[in-house]
């Protein structure tokens, strides 16, 4: 019930597509690497959550491997990424589907920042429409009507008592830090100290006791799925 996002990042520059991956892979995500086109377009068939694509390949062009991408795979997003920061790029990805766009050079932060953006865009909306039910512990979180229960009954919680609580649901057993937990919760434009991170855990804690919240000191907290 939860989703764990399978990433693949298409870039042929090596040393830049460690590092992209590195930074992807610290917020959770599976991520698949691929250094060329052509292995990147024998792996369409297994539709990842989201294709991160440079469109400058040294064998095939990008645009080719990103109308194949969408030809195959219409639903799933793709950000592509170009060293030409040139208005035409940007317009003929979006116009054959891209969801965004980012010109080279870029921070790899940035990267990380619109991925999950597109994620949560899509994947929300499609977890909204399903109204799924996700289990944790002996609580039960329907994401469709943002309510946690226990035995039938509504636990009355703060709408970022409830973020808080979806996050965790979402990311059972895995260390979340502080940072990271403020970026869901509160937003990237969140102006404060991460202190409010540890009052909202622990008014959380207060509300549903049988949770089992981990506080990993100097970093942050994690969930232990029961």
Do not use: C
């Amino acid at each position: 019930m939860i989703n764990l996002f399978r990433i693949f990042l298409v870039e042929d520059e090596l040393n830049l597509s460690q590092i992209l991956t590195s930074y992807l892979q610290k917020e959770g995500w599976e991520v698949q690497p691929f250094n060329d086109g052509e292995s990147a377009l024998q792996a369409i068939a297994e539709r990842p959550h989201l294709w991160i694509l440079d469109i400058m390949l040294p064998d095939i062009d990008g645009y080719q491997l990103l109308r194949r991408i969408k030809e195959e795979s219409p639903d799933v997003p793709v950000i592509f990424i170009s060293a030409r920061d040139a208005d035409i790029d940007r317009i003929m990805g979006l116009e054959m589907g891209s969801d965004d766009y980012l010109a080279k050079p870029f921070l790899p932060r940035e990267l990380v920042i619109r991925t999950r953006r597109v994620l949560e865009r899509v994947y929300n909306k499609s977890a909204e429409a399903g109204n799924p039910l996700i289990n944790i512990g002996p609580y039960v979180l329907d994401e469709g009507r943002r309510e946690i229960r226990k035995d039938q009954e509504i636990i009355e919680l703060t709408s970022k008592e409830y973020d808080l609580a979806l996050y965790f649901a979402k990311h059972k057993g895995q260390a979340l830090s502080r940072e990271q937990i403020i970026n869901w919760v509160w937003g990237e434009d969140y102006v404060g100290t991460d202190r409010s991170v540890d009052d909202l855990v622990r008014r959380l804690r207060k509300k549903l006791p049988d949770l089992r919240i981990e506080t990993i000191y100097g970093y942050g907290y994690r969930m232990i799925a029961r």
